[in-house]
């Protein structure tokens, strides 16, 4: 009887909401997830490194599938050192999403990451060594239009690697 009681219970994209961003926990480390619905961040976003729910310290360790999708009142994104991976779709619509920082720590770029996000103007790479990512992670109007700041040093590396 509980388990049919838990399976009818509506599913939650998330565990906990906390300074504006909903988080959703996998063992010791969090996700920055969506809330069930798009559309819910707006401004400019600094994900934490960390954070502490219910007496337990967090480390946010990726950016979850479709966790900012079409949040069209984004502007930017900043993520922190700790982040890992940035799951498929995850700021795509973002329509006036203008700047983004993507971490040295970020390993993996999925698909479709910034498709859709027409007003990208600023995107801030830290790695050293640049990572080959999916030429679809963003428009052409942003491969045209927008701002690659890398690391100092690092501008022939990146003009080597594709989609960069």
Same mark, same amino acid.
């Given at each position: 009887?509980?388990?049919?009681?838990?399976?009818?219970?509506?599913?939650?994209?998330? +565990?906990?909401?906390?300074?504006?961003?909903?988080? *959703?926990?996998?063992?010791? $480390?969090?996700?920055?997830?969506?809330?069930?619905? #798009? $559309?819910?961040?707006?401004?400019? %976003?600094?994900?934490?490194?960390?954070?502490?729910?219910?007496?337990?310290?967090?480390?946010? /360790?990726? %950016?979850?599938?479709?966790?900012?999708?079409?949040?069209?009142?984004?502007?930017?994104?900043?993520?922190?050192?700790?982040? @890992?991976?940035?799951?498929?779709?995850? #700021?795509?619509?973002?329509?006036?999403?203008?700047?983004?920082?993507?971490?040295?720590?970020?390993?993996?770029?999925?698909?479709?990451?910034?498709?859709?996000?027409?007003?990208?103007? +600023?995107?801030?790479? *830290?790695?050293?060594?640049?990572?080959? =990512?999916?030429? $679809? $992670?963003? +428009?052409?109007? /942003?491969?045209?239009?927008?701002?690659? @700041?890398?690391?100092?040093? /690092?501008? *022939?590396?990146?003009?080597? =690697?594709?989609?960069?």
């Amino acid at each position: 009887m509980v388990a049919c009681l838990a399976l009818a219970l509506p599913a939650r994209a998330y +565990d906990f909401y906390m300074n504006g961003i909903y988080y *959703s926990i996998n063992g010791t $480390n969090v996700t920055g997830q969506n809330n069930g619905s #798009f $559309n819910s961040y707006s401004g400019d %976003i600094v994900v934490p490194a960390e954070v502490t729910y219910e007496g337990q310290t967090y480390t946010i /360790t990726s %950016i979850g599938y479709q966790s900012f999708k079409d949040c069209t009142n984004l502007t930017s994104i900043r993520l922190p050192e700790t982040v @890992h991976y940035i799951m498929n779709e995850a #700021f795509m619509g973002c329509a006036a999403l203008t700047s983004v920082s993507i971490p040295s720590s970020v390993a993996t770029m999925y698909q479709n990451i910034f498709k859709g996000c027409s007003a990208l103007t +600023d995107i801030n790479c *830290s790695w050293q060594t640049p990572r080959s =990512t999916n030429a $679809n $992670n963003f +428009d052409a109007d /942003t491969y045209a239009n927008a701002t690659l @700041h890398v690391p100092f040093g /690092t501008k *022939s590396s990146y003009q080597n =690697t594709v989609p960069w």
